[in-house]
């Protein structure tokens, strides 16, 4: 048998331009006429800026939806905590790092982007998919979202979704997640189901005592908040700095706002144990987090805080950016423009996450625990 003669094929070598797409990358910048040399340098860098701010997202709802997976779970052992807070973490910091991208588009002065802002009408960037999928994969609710004028922000998109293959692969991204959230695969969802299996003085759900168990911790810790309260009351009424009907009547609305946070009194009737187990879990996680078992889960609380952190900043500096930029005007799309962007840094979809600092006490004021061995490295509780 003659050996085949043909030449065995060169191995491939990759390069950087390659594994990266460069070429592909590079041409993607020509806007509508899909040709960047009719472009100012001033509409490259709207292009550039926005274009990286979609494959930041893209990286963000990666980390989103693992972590929620993970957290998701029926159980989530220990071990796996440092890895949804890392996943956590890193899209935290994607978008600080988008909070800084501002700095650049603030480089635009309002004549050099007036110069070709009416190419982009009525495109707008409320039509961004990546956005409105973050926030449905975080939870926030459609009484939450904003309004477009008088459109919801989904209908928006899904009315603009048989026009091209690129709308309906974005219809496609929001329809999955929507699919999501209405099987409780939300980040908020998932944390709240989390933080109810918190074992609460070493008492965990399904154990025969552990409603009487949450309720003698939540009742106890009001209790303390109270006798707090009245304390702070009496040393400001001796300052004499405020009439006394005033501070009595803070410090009542105070405490009243407390209870019916811990006893989850503003839940609907069938989510009112969960939520009130939930928010006991926040807050024993909270108050006791210097013990050692509780180290990971007070850091992945931190850290989804500052995940919301984060957003809201997004939110509040690309307001400011376009106000410094275009003034109050129209958006693009028909919107209020800076009005619209100011109102979506009201949400908090984390809400029960933030509330709970206004409740918080000094360590030393905290009812002792009866069970604070079980909080111990030598004895590790199960986290259901």
Same mark, same amino acid.
Request: zero cysteines; a negative charge; glycine letters at 6%.
């Given at each position: 048998?003659?050996?085949?003669?043909?030449?065995?094929?060169?191995?491939?070598?990759?390069?950087?331009? &390659?594994?990266?797409?460069?070429?592909?990358?590079?041409?993607?910048?020509?806007?509508?006429?899909?040709?960047?040399?009719?472009?100012?340098?001033?509409?490259?860098?709207?292009?550039?800026?926005?274009?990286?701010?979609?494959?930041?997202?893209?990286?963000?709802?990666?980390?989103?939806?693992?972590?929620?997976?993970?957290?998701?779970?029926?159980?989530?052992?220990?071990?796996?905590?440092? &890895?949804?807070?890392?996943?956590?973490?890193?899209? +935290?910091?994607?978008?600080?790092?988008?909070?800084?991208?501002?700095?650049?588009?603030?480089?635009?002065?309002?004549?050099?982007?007036?110069?070709?802002?009416?190419?982009?009408?009525?495109?707008?960037?409320?039509?961004?998919?990546?956005?409105?999928?973050?926030?449905?994969?975080?939870?926030?609710?459609?009484?939450?979202?904003?309004?477009?004028?008088?459109?919801?922000?989904?209908?928006?998109?899904?009315?603009?979704?048989?026009?091209?293959?690129?709308?309906? =692969?974005?219809?496609?991204?929001?329809?999955?997640?929507?699919?999501?959230?209405?099987?409780?695969?939300?980040?908020?969802?998932?944390?709240?189901?989390?933080?109810?299996?918190?074992?609460?003085?070493?008492?965990?759900?399904?154990?025969?005592?552990?409603?009487?168990?949450?309720?003698?911790?939540?009742?106890?810790?009001?209790?303390?908040?109270?006798?707090?309260?009245?304390?702070?009351?009496?040393?400001?009424?001796?300052?004499?700095?405020?009439?006394?009907?005033?501070?009595?009547?803070?410090?009542?609305?105070?405490?009243?706002?407390?209870?019916?946070?811990?006893?989850?009194?503003?839940?609907?009737?069938?989510?009112?144990?969960?939520?009130?187990?939930?928010? +006991?879990?926040?807050?024993?996680?909270?108050?006791?987090?210097?013990?050692?078992?509780?180290?990971?889960? =007070?850091?992945?609380?931190?850290?989804?805080?500052?995940?919301?952190?984060?957003?809201?900043?997004?939110?509040?500096?690309?307001?400011?950016?376009?106000?410094?930029?275009?003034?109050?005007?129209?958006?693009?799309?028909?919107?209020?423009?800076?009005?619209?962007?100011? =109102?979506?840094?009201?949400?908090?979809?984390?809400?029960?996450?933030?509330?709970?600092?206004?409740?918080?006490?000094?360590?030393?004021?905290?009812?002792?625990?009866?069970?604070?061995?079980?909080?111990?490295?030598?004895?590790?509780?199960?986290?259901?």
């Amino acid at each position: 048998m003659q050996p085949d003669p043909t030449p065995a094929p060169a191995p491939v070598v990759p390069t950087y331009w &390659d594994y990266l797409q460069i070429d592909t990358l590079l041409g993607l910048q020509g806007g509508l006429a899909g040709d960047e040399s009719g472009l100012s340098a001033d509409e490259l860098l709207f292009i550039i800026v926005h274009q990286s701010y979609e494959l930041w997202f893209k990286q963000v709802l990666r980390e989103l939806k693992e972590a929620t997976a993970l957290l998701g779970g029926a159980r989530l052992d220990e071990e796996k905590v440092p &890895d949804v807070v890392h996943q956590l973490r890193r899209a +935290a910091q994607v978008l600080r790092l988008a909070v800084e991208q501002f700095h650049v588009m603030e480089t635009l002065t309002p004549q050099d982007f007036l110069s070709f802002r009416d190419k982009l009408v009525p495109a707008s960037g409320f039509q961004s998919f990546q956005v409105r999928e973050l926030e449905l994969r975080l939870g926030l609710t459609a009484a939450q979202r904003e309004r477009y004028g008088e459109t919801d922000a989904l209908a928006h998109i899904k009315g603009l979704a048989d026009r091209s293959p690129a709308g309906a =692969r974005a219809w496609a991204h929001i329809a999955a997640a929507q699919a999501d959230a209405a099987a409780g695969l939300t980040l908020r969802q998932v944390v709240e189901d989390w933080l109810a299996r918190t074992p609460i003085e070493g008492s965990t759900p399904g154990q025969p005592e552990d409603s009487a168990v949450v309720d003698h911790f939540i009742e106890g810790y009001l209790g303390a908040l109270d006798a707090w309260h009245g304390e702070q009351l009496r040393r400001l009424l001796s300052a004499q700095l405020t009439s006394a009907a005033e501070l009595e009547a803070r410090f009542s609305a105070a405490s009243a706002a407390a209870a019916r946070f811990l006893r989850a009194e503003d839940a609907p009737d069938d989510e009112r144990d969960h939520r009130k187990r939930a928010r +006991a879990g926040l807050l024993f996680i909270e108050s006791h987090r210097d013990l050692p078992l509780l180290a990971w889960p =007070r850091t992945l609380i931190d850290t989804v805080v500052e995940l919301e952190e984060q957003l809201v900043l997004f939110r509040h500096r690309h307001a400011r950016m376009v106000e410094r930029v275009i003034g109050r005007r129209v958006g693009t799309g028909g919107s209020s423009g800076v009005e619209y962007l100011d =109102r979506t840094t009201h949400a908090r979809v984390f809400a029960d996450l933030w509330g709970v600092r206004t409740l918080l006490m000094p360590k030393d004021r905290v009812p002792a625990l009866s069970n604070e061995a079980f909080y111990a490295f030598s004895a590790p509780p199960p986290r259901g």
